[in-house]
């Protein structure tokens, strides 16, 4: 048993492993409590390298980030091969990318692409996975070491602010003023110190009641749709509905997957009418606003799914045209037609739109499993259902687990499967690796002492 994970244990029928909910009481004993701080020092030393790394980049051709330099000296100073021998999760993980680049290769080599696209595409499976290798030996070794870095993250942007929105807004004070003047200002200034310094107080208040925990993000969400980080908003909406779930005794059972279903998506849709009305009365010239005025009907979430995410317009048609080895990394789209199909989905072009903004377009996949699909084709498709079938694997037992650290691995793991259908490759070397590495130390007891049953 790790020191830092509590499963819930119950008498067990014979017929299979199965705990009942209400055997123990959602919260963390003092001695777990106690046991999840205790430990080696120097995995916090390298987290809160690795969390402060993440305000800093270089360019060299490509941008680094001054985590990834961490992660890359943090393996060539600790003992990291243990990991893939107590862990089989993370060979999983790991096969994973491994099938990815090999995806990589033979697409590239099919559509002749430039080698620099394929190694730009190559480094991010290849990086991601090193990180991941990092920082799961640190929290192996000591978990807790997952709360120094979000302090350190926190205090890092804070600070210095987030180094891939530049030095946007840096000539606006941090105040409430700014905010009122462009809500941009609070993504991409506020957001990215505020949601780590969120996780930390969530683990820290909920670490005697999920529900407590649960509440914080809830608030969170509020406030954040409010200020139109709507992606974030909704991770914490997603959070606050699991964690209140685990505060019932919800396991990943048919039947209770079909209640909370239910009650998530009648509680969400009323969340949702509330934004759209708060959005198109106080915001109705803010990027969301916008959005929702050009829809037929704003109160269709998934026609503001396709508005604000247009390119998953693009993505069946891209593929669908090369399904075997995709269209190679970084793939041009040279006669531009899929891009003034995206552009038209969104109203933003007429016919003489190339004539009038000449340049290099790229085939519109904004999505990480839509870009390999796109770049990579069906064998990339394989190595990204493989790899979200790992991670739900591992999302089905956080139900079973008592940890301090519950509330941050939750959030992590929304944050996670959002960028798996919304954000750019890129995702898997800037948020995957912790989030990952917390699912995989936090899940590992869970696998062996739990398994649902129907």
Not at 85 to 111: E, F, K, T
Not at 238 to 252: E, K, Q
Not at 266 to 273: D, E, K, P, Q
Not at 376 to 404: C, D, E, K, N
Request: aromatic residues 12%; charged residues 15%.
């Amino acid at each position: 048993m790790e020191v830092y994970t509590a499963i819930r244990r119950a008498p067990m029928p014979i017929d299979g492993l199965q705990m009942d909910a209400q055997a123990v009481p959602r919260y963390v004993p003092r001695e777990i409590e106690r046991s999840a701080i205790r430990g080696p020092v120097w995995p916090h030393v390298l987290m809160a390298l690795f969390g402060a790394g993440w305000a800093v980049s270089f360019d060299f051709g490509v941008r680094i980030y001054g985590a990834e330099i961490v992660s890359i000296l943090g393996l060539l100073l600790i003992r990291w091969r243990p990991v893939f021998i107590r862990y089989p999760m993370l060979r999983r993980i790991l096969a994973a990318y491994s099938l990815w680049v090999l995806a990589i290769v033979i697409s590239d080599i099919v559509n002749g692409s430039a080698l620099f696209d394929s190694a730009r595409n190559m480094a991010t499976p290849i990086i991601g996975g090193a990180s991941l290798v990092c920082v799961l030996s640190a929290l192996s070794r000591n978990p807790s070491a997952l709360m120094t870095f979000l302090a350190a993250t926190a205090i890092a942007k804070g600070i210095l602010g987030e180094p891939a929105y530049g030095d946007a807004f840096a000539d606006l004070s941090m105040s409430w003023e700014s905010i009122q003047q462009d809500t941009n200002f609070f993504k991409v200034r506020i957001d990215p110190f505020l949601t780590p310094a969120l996780l930390l107080l969530a683990c820290w208040i909920g670490r005697r009641n999920l529900l407590r925990a649960a509440i914080v993000f809830a608030v969170a969400s509020i406030g954040y749709f409010a200020l139109d980080s709507r992606s974030s908003g909704f991770v914490f909406f997603l959070s606050a509905l699991t964690l209140a779930a685990f505060h019932t005794g919800f396991r990943p059972r048919p039947a209770q997957i079909v209640v909370a279903g239910a009650v998530a998506s009648l509680i969400g849709y009323v969340g949702f009418v509330a934004y759209v009305n708060h959005t198109l009365v106080y915001n109705p010239y803010g990027h969301n606003g916008k959005q929702l005025q050009r829809m037929e009907n704003p109160y269709n979430p998934l026609e503001l799914l396709l508005e604000g995410r247009s390119q998953w317009t693009v993505i069946p048609t891209a593929f669908a045209e090369r399904p075997l080895f995709g269209w190679g990394s970084w793939a041009e789209d040279e006669d531009g037609r899929f891009t003034y199909m995206l552009l038209k989905q969104i109203d933003e072009i007429d016919y003489n739109y190339f004539e009038l903004k000449p340049g290099r377009f790229y085939m519109p996949a904004h999505s990480l499993i839509g870009a390999t699909v796109v770049w990579s084709g069906l064998l990339g498709f394989v190595a990204m259902a493989w790899f979200l079938r790992s991670v739900w694997t591992m999302s089905l037992r956080l139900s079973g687990i008592v940890s301090p650290l519950l509330p941050a691995v939750v959030a992590l793991l929304m944050l996670l499967l959002l960028h798996y259908f919304f954000s750019p490759p890129m995702v898997v070397r800037l948020n995957y690796p912790v989030a990952l590495a917390a699912l995989i130390a936090l899940t590992r007891d869970a696998a062996r002492a739990y398994r649902p049953t129907a």
